[in-house]
């Protein structure tokens, strides 16, 4: 699916409301075979981001006027190619996977991501029930940040930069660049 603004991060569960008839039939062919399909971003200049979240369908409710909602779970970053728009939007794709550095600089972010999350979260931002649990439970950093970038990030732009970054190091340091920036909004 192209959505503008909609990011599925791996880890991550994101609702959809299906409605329109190409992707009522995307939906159809993804529910018979595999239950997975990718989530890309649509671009200011009208073309398609090159990342995207695949996703697999863990629920979902068929409507009696042929529309669906569903819960879709973000599995992994794919490199999305030969993208075909009929008769809904169609693709190559290759997994991506998290590029690690030096473990103590990611130690490091982490902590300072930690610091960074607890502030914001003091701010009244809203997060999901049990979620400093998840996140205490989690020890991969990609992992990590992939949470915390899902749940309080709220610019679209920033989430799909986000989204893109596969070198962890990089990711961790952009989050927390990121959340320092949410914390001066008013």
Do not use: W
């Not at 863990?58 to 819960?71: H, P, Q, T, Y």
Request: aromatic share 6%; net charge neutral.
């Amino acid at each position: 699916m192209i959505l503008p603004g909609a990011t599925l991060f791996p880890g991550s569960l994101l609702p959809l409301y299906i409605f329109e008839t190409r992707y009522r039939r995307m939906l159809e062919k993804a529910l018979r075979k595999s239950r997975m399909f990718a989530i890309a971003h649509a671009e200011e200049d009208g073309g398609i981001s090159t990342v995207a979240g695949l996703g697999v369908v863990r629920a979902c409710v068929a409507n009696a006027d042929g529309s669906s909602n569903l819960i879709l779970q973000g599995l992994a970053r794919v490199l999305i190619s030969d993208l075909k728009m009929t008769p809904f939007p169609r693709a190559s794709v290759e997994l991506l996977t998290d590029e690690e550095a030096d473990s103590e600089l990611s130690t490091g972010l982490r902590s300072d991501l930690q610091k960074a999350f607890l502030q914001v979260r003091m701010t009244g931002v809203e997060i999901p029930q049990g979620f400093e649990g998840y996140l205490a439970q989690l020890t991969n950093p990609g992992a990590y940040a992939d949470a915390i970038a899902s749940a309080i990030i709220r610019d679209p732009v920033e989430r799909r930069g986000l989204l893109e970054e596969i070198h962890v190091p990089t990711r961790l340091s952009r989050l927390l660049r990121c959340l320092m920036r949410q914390l001066q909004e008013p």
